[in-house]
């Protein structure tokens, strides 16, 4: 999503509302709770989920072994959904031709640095940098190379097509090269 006129261009980056996360969150939350009922049931030898008859699990080793990996899959769910409530890493790029500055704004956690302002003068800006690394782990990332501050992540784009799209509109806008690495 972005937005752009003659002199500004407007950026906004979703950050952790995006669909996947809201399907990781709730599927780890379902499962880790079934893990955690039948380490539970097996402890109290009642079935508190009619699919596993609790005579089948003992309590020690499996139960115990079941019981917390549910927790630990309760504390990673709720993890994900307390960065997905306070919307970590949404925010915008601002580029002003006019003024001359860019600023970079995130959400981050909650706390002393909750938010993330960067700015900088655009003649410091020296290029825009694709960053592609094929295979199991593939990245794409667009960074813009400032002087004296080295590379700042603009975003990740899932498709490579989008990224070189962005950047080679970014870069005309800004006026500078662009870098493929």
Not at 18 to 39: E, Q
Not at 125 to 152: C, D, F, N, T, W
């Amino acid at each position: 999503m972005s937005w752009q006129s003659e002199h500004i261009w407007i950026e906004l980056i979703v950050g952790s509302r995006k669909k996947s996360n809201f399907c990781w969150a709730f599927i780890l939350f379902l499962g880790s709770l079934g893990f955690l009922l039948v380490g539970i049931s097996s402890y109290l030898d009642r079935n508190l989920i009619s699919l596993f008859p609790s005579e089948q699990i003992i309590f020690f080793p499996q139960g115990i072994v079941m019981s917390f990996y549910g927790i630990a899959g309760l504390f990673i769910s709720s993890y994900l959904w307390c960065t997905i409530s306070w919307n970590v890493g949404s925010g915008y790029d601002r580029f002003d031709r006019k003024e001359g500055i860019v600023c970079i704004f995130r959400w981050g956690f909650p706390g002393k640095n909750r938010r993330i302002l960067l700015r900088f003068l655009m003649k410091d800006i020296q290029s825009i940098r694709i960053e592609v690394k094929e295979g199991i782990y593939a990245r794409h990332v667009l960074y813009m190379e400032i002087r004296g501050q080295g590379p700042i992540p603009l975003t990740r784009t899932a498709e490579p097509r989008e990224i070189e799209q962005k950047a080679a509109k970014l870069a005309y806008f800004l006026r500078v090269p662009i870098q493929v690495f």
